[in-house]
């Protein structure tokens, strides 16, 4: 590399200088741009920069990874996060063998000035990036000074823990065209820590809320009072469930109790109608190259959330084709691939990279176990859900008063009194249908709406 780039007189590497100012960071943009064969005139992006000094880190050649240190000092200069922390890992690693690199005291106060840069973004999320600078003993300074010195908080900077996790490390293939416009789509997620979303609830409060509502699935309640018992147990405050899949007959309220599960813990949640559908319903990304290409479900819902953690319910599992060699992929096999993922994550095949879904809460319904094959049974906590019966009338009738009243955008007051011969006519309705909730639902509906004509057909007629 040349003198150019190797920054000050003593030889010391471009990497290794300081945060610059703006006519320092434009000479050495021009000289690396010149070195990489590229004009000086149309420079790179700070993320463009960035990934090409990733790029050329993962080489495996020592002047292709002091390159790429270089690419990372410019990117961190124009105040991309990202490179900022790479950066300071980087000098943390490899500064203390670089020929002519100061001694590693001087290198903790690098290490700190640059990471002082990236506290913009590490109040929204970015978690700071704790380093030791190796071979420290002959400093005569241990951990705790260096730690002192690399994260001093400047007087009127509160830099709190933040609580994130990253989930995309990067993208494949970022410097095709594709590739540019799907690192600006998602810019807010890779290479930055999501938050999670949501809280963990008293147990017992849990227990007796969902059974006001659906005091039917006694199972169920038990059941989740015991997982959220065990994460308080464990010290867990990040809500993240495992594998749920509720089995019961049509109409028994299964997608419901799960989006009141959602809800209650303040989850972000995602519904997803798998029945009927002829391959991967969603789940499975679309392949770039495609005009409707996008990452999969999982990706879409933590990116559009902006959360780690969020809820995927799938709705009517049973009902999606299994066929796992299906043409287009299959709900199964996508799901079986989100499920139980390679270790170093589910690979999106639009971002072209592994994706951490170790946060995800994959919840699902179904009607009957027949249609599901082994392997997706063995990976859902399996919970039965009975038919409510007439004496839960009042409770549902209630409720789906209350959801309609939601879904219309107005308080239930305001919406037609039930008087004693409809409630009457709703019940019949209700046990004739099997005591089935979706058709309580859709007879209110009906009886609403007449209800809503007479009493308009009243305000109009004349005295």
Excluded at 157 to 166: M, N, S
Excluded at 265 to 275: D, H, L, N, Y
Excluded at 276 to 298: E, I
Excluded at 360 to 386: C, G
Aim: aromatic share 6%.
């Amino acid at each position: 590399m040349d003198r150019g780039i190797l920054g000050i007189a003593c030889g010391l590497p471009l990497w290794l200088e300081e945060p610059p100012d703006e006519g320092r960071l434009r000479e050495a943009l021009d000289a690396m741009a010149r070195l990489s064969g590229r004009s000086p005139a149309v420079p790179p992006s700070a993320e463009e920069a960035y990934w090409m000094g990733k790029d050329l880190l993962t080489s495996g050649s020592r002047k292709d990874a002091d390159r790429g240190r270089c690419w990372l000092w410019v990117s961190a200069s124009m105040g991309f996060a990202p490179s900022v922390h790479e950066l300071a890992s980087q000098i943390s690693e490899a500064g203390p063998g670089t020929k002519g690199a100061p001694s590693a005291a001087v290198l903790v106060g690098l290490v700190g000035r640059w990471l002082r840069l990236a506290m913009p973004a590490r109040s929204v999320g970015k978690p700071p990036v704790h380093v030791h600078v190796r071979d420290t003993a002959h400093a005569g300074i241990d951990d705790a000074d260096m730690d002192s010195a690399m994260f001093e908080t400047p007087p009127g900077h509160d830099t709190p823990e933040p609580d994130g996790t990253v989930v995309v490390e990067r993208i494949g293939d970022p410097l095709s065209r594709e590739g540019r416009d799907i690192a600006k789509r998602f810019q807010h997620l890779i290479g930055f820590p999501q938050p999670f979303k949501g809280f963990l609830p008293d147990p017992g409060a849990l227990s007796r809320d969902f059974l006001g509502c659906f005091p039917w699935a006694t199972g169920l309640a038990r059941y989740m009072r015991g997982q959220f018992a065990l994460l308080r147990s464990a010290g867990h405050t990040r809500l993240r469930l495992p594998p749920l899949l509720l089995v019961g007959p049509s109409g028994c309220g299964k997608t419901t109790m799960l989006e009141w599960l959602a809800s209650y813990c303040e989850f972000a949640s995602v519904t997803m109608p798998i029945g009927g559908t002829h391959d991967s319903a969603g789940l499975s990304a679309v392949s770039r190259g495609w005009q409707t290409g996008q990452p999969s479900a999982p990706v879409m819902a933590i990116s559009e959330h902006g959360c780690a953690n969020p809820v995927l319910i799938l709705d009517e599992l049973d009902k999606g084709v299994s066929d796992l060699a299906g043409r287009n992929g299959s709900t199964m096999g996508a799901l079986l691939a989100m499920l139980q993922p390679p270790a170093d994550g589910y690979r999106d095949s639009y971002l072209l990279a592994p994706v951490d879904l170790s946060n995800v809460s994959f919840m699902a319904t179904a009607n009957s176990l027949a249609p599901l094959s082994d392997p997706i049974r063995s990976r859902f906590i399996i919970q039965p859900v009975p038919a409510p019966t007439e004496e839960h009338f009042d409770v549902i009738l209630g409720e789906v008063i209350e959801n309609e009243a939601g879904k219309l955008g107005i308080r239930s007051e305001l919406l037609p009194w039930v008087m004693a011969d409809d409630r009457r006519w709703l019940r019949t309705a209700f046990v004739k249908s099997g005591c089935n909730i979706r058709r309580l639902e859709q007879a209110y509906r009906i009886l609403a709406g007449d209800r809503a004509a007479e009493e308009e057909s009243a305000m109009c007629r004349p005295n």
